[in-house]
């Protein structure tokens, strides 16, 4: 980026004395009311980087509300996390820096008057930005179908994919106490489930530090027995004969699971207010998610734009201002992958 | 340059040096000129006098208000439409007149002009800026028709998500209205970097542009923030997702924080453009350099950063830690510096200046004494254990009617008044002008003061009954308010009228030094046919500026032998 940008002040008609060969009204690039292209360079870089500066803001209010939610209750964070889908999102990183890799040397072509060059590069950031999206849309009717969902729409069930889980047991444990608990009310529910429970589970819903046998983690299944023992009068309760055994997880899994029950000497159950975490991530990269879609659209005209050999070395400005937009882009998931999907 | 056709002068009519005949006014003709034009003149001057109608609404319902409070007990609405006449009170005055006011209005028309710039640094996004303004206030508008909005200006959750009231759309629209503010304070940012002429450092520019610039840091700044809490306040209300709503698990006074962590720093985008516009006015109707530039200058800065400090004393009684609203007290007086700084320099200003009483420095003086009761009584609320005594009470409504409209309005009017010969190029009737702003003044105080009383004995804000023993006050500050009422009008008659009947304006009718002055009235469509004389120091020195009776303004000596602008381009022609 940086590089970039330092580029631009020796290859470009960015220069006082390169403005002044242009300038005067004889660049047909040059505005009215500037005197040369290189004061009308820097005023739209600077106006774009204050457009930047907003676009931080914005989204600095979600992560305010991600901190202040995370600080009151770590325990939501630490528990839904598992939920999200840490290859999906990792996937999804490294397209994402590959596109702003490809825009950012677009650019750099566009300086350079290779145009060819140029174009393509535009379209694998394009490729690279639909890819995203449909991963994402994978993630979102993933957690669509299990009812993963913000607010009130919080209805957590255990499809019969359980295993397509990362956490593997853990989350099918989780799956199993969260099905118990299944419909509005899910916190009472819990309780009063719970305890007709296998009681090994000792489920007791907002209190985290209960006391668990760690050998459920090993074993999805006893997990899942717990079921049956859900209230047969709720409605939304899952029949139990739908719900095939979570499969064992990977080992690899399994040991970070008990490594975190070691630390902390707490099991994985479903504290209260769940859903708190799906509202955080639903807008957080919803929101991202819309801006990726104004990405495409700009980056989209100014692809069309290119082909029409709009950009010339001397001016190249919208190519320059969506590369910094869609930097931001990706410099804003880069922190919502952390903080959403590897929290510990 | 568009100058073809530019023919300026008294020659056969009866217009004063410096008038321009042909500007930007009739450059181009037809409502679609005006509708697509990319020029800052034009878009300000679009901008004024949506905003001045919208005051006019927001002026009707506030009188309706206080003729319903003239009883204790239902006057002419009923309860349920009182609380929807104080919200769209609040929400139009404050996102649709004061915040957008000085900026949009009167900044856009003369800021480039005051850098000797043809335009501002985007044009288009100026334009931008003034359609989503109105597309927000139509959006919000609608909403009276759909059912209305009780919740106040401030939306507070929980309530905001629970009502049955039209909340979904208003907001949206203060949305859209947010995008308006940042597409003005961006631009003027950029101008002021990119556009000043060759010779002017940051510390020759008129203070006007440094209380600009400050506004813009905020609005850059600061609306994001709210964009966001009126979006998550949104995806609340439609798909209950929880963020706010502690049933869920959600937090409701996160909403305040939000709220007010950009609605602070927005009083100072109400109250910086306006200590702007003083500014300028001080020096030119005293005839005496500004005292103390600099610390003028910063003192603007100074209360844009501290503005985004101290928000949390709008929830001293909100459940705040006693730490953090200790803290936040203590930032409050802090604010209080910059913005005593900018008073005394003021005063220190006019002391011994020669000061003219013309119509604009009446409202500067009444700005004044407003703005040090309105500062002042700002301490009584940021200190903590009268704060909780007067929270919620009509002190805190005079309060802040003296800061934002007492000071931000008056300044605006008063920078309306002062420009407005180059505007339209046409003199008002000084002596209504000074009459209706003495009005205005006298209506302002008699409606407020009543308030801090009232509000000191406890008589708590919002509500359409009251106990009888507040009766007194209430219909004092009733009858102030018709006092204002007649006031504005005389203003705007004042105003409308000159524009039929006044004497056309000369270049430079109040002797002022900053660039504006040095171009024709109105200006041409490119702001300057021959480029301005920029000061080598800071521009408000007047020893070059002479008082021309004939002319009925003033002419600048430094161009002896072309007495004035315009005077070359038509020996030209």
Known sequence: ?344 | MASTGMRVGSGATDAPVGYAENNFLNHTKGFASWIWTLDHKRIGVMYMWSIILFFFAGGLFATMLRTELWTPKDDIVGPDLYNQLFTYHGAVMVFLVILPGIPAALANFVLPIMLGAKDVAFPKLNLASYWLFVVGALLALSSLVQGGLDTGWTFYTPYSTSTNTAVVPVVTAAFILGFANIFTGLNFIVTIHKLRPPGMGWFNMPLFLWGIYATGIIQVLATPVLGITLLLLIIERVFHVGIFDPALGGDPVLFQHFFWFYSHPAVYIMILPAMAVISEMVPTFSRKPIFGYRFIAYSSIAIALFGFLVWGHHMFVAGQSALMNMIMSALTYSVSIPSAVKVFNWLATMWKGSIQYRTPMIWVLGFIWIFAIGGLTGLFLGSLGTDVHLHETYFVVAHFHYTMMGSTFLAFFGGVFYWWPKMFGRMYDEKWGTIGALIVNIGFNATFIPQFIMGSHGSPRRYAHYLPEYQPFHQASTVGTYIMLVGFIICGWVLISSLYRGRKAPANPWGASTLEWQCTSPPPYNNFDEPPIVPEDEPYHYDHLEWDPELGGYIDKRREGSPAPGAAVEAAH
């Open chain 1, 1 to 344: 980026m940086s590089l970039m940008h330092g580029e631009h002040a020796h290859g470009s008609g960015h220069d006082h004395e390169h403005g002044h060969e242009h300038g005067h009204g004889h660049s047909p690039y040059l505005e009215h009311h500037f005197e040369t292209l290189g004061q009308q360079f820097e005023s739209d870089k600077l106006g774009m980087w204050l457009f930047l500066a907003t676009e931080i803001l914005l989204f600095g209010g979600l992560f305010c509300a991600y901190s202040v939610y995370r600080g009151n209750h770590p325990e939501i964070f630490v528990y839904a996390h598992q939920y999200l889908n840490k290859m999906w999102g990792g996937i999804n990183t490294v397209v994402l820096l590959l596109s702003s890799f490809t825009i950012a040397w677009s650019v750099r072509a566009t300086q350079l008057g290779q145009r060819s060059l140029q174009i393509g590069l535009l379209v694998i950031t394009l490729l690279c930005a639909f890819g995203f999206l449909g991963i994402k849309y994978v993630e979102y009717s993933e957690k669509w179908k299990h009812g993963l969902l913000p607010g009130k729409h919080y209805q957590p069930h255990v499809g019969s994919h359980g295993e397509e889980h990362a956490a593997g047991a853990e989350a099918g444990a989780d799956h199993a106490a969260a099905a118990t608990s299944a419909g509005g009310e899910h916190t009472a529910a819990a309780t009063t489930d719970a305890a007709a429970a296998d009681s090994t589970l000792s489920v007791t819903a907002g209190d985290h530090h209960a006391s668990t046998d760690p050998a459920i983690a090993d074993s999805a299944a006893s997990a899942v027995a717990a079921v049956p023992a859900a209230d047969p009068n709720d409605p939304l309760a899952i029949d139990p004969s739908k719900i095939a055994p979570a499969a064992a997880p990977p080992a690899g899994l399994a040991r970070e699971v008990r490594q975190h029950e070691g630390e902390h000497g707490v099991m994985m159950e479903e504290p209260k207010n769940v859903q708190t975490f799906f509202a955080v991530y639903f807008v957080m990269t919803g929101l991202h998610g819309v801006h990726v879609v104004a990405g495409i659209i700009a980056i989209f005209v100014i692809l069309i734009y290119s082909m029409r050999g709009l950009y010339k070395p001397e001016w190249f400005t919208p190519v320059d201002m969506v590369a910094l937009y869609w930097h931001i882009v990706d410099l804003i998931w880069i922190f919502l992958f952390p903080l959403l999907y590897l929290i510990h």
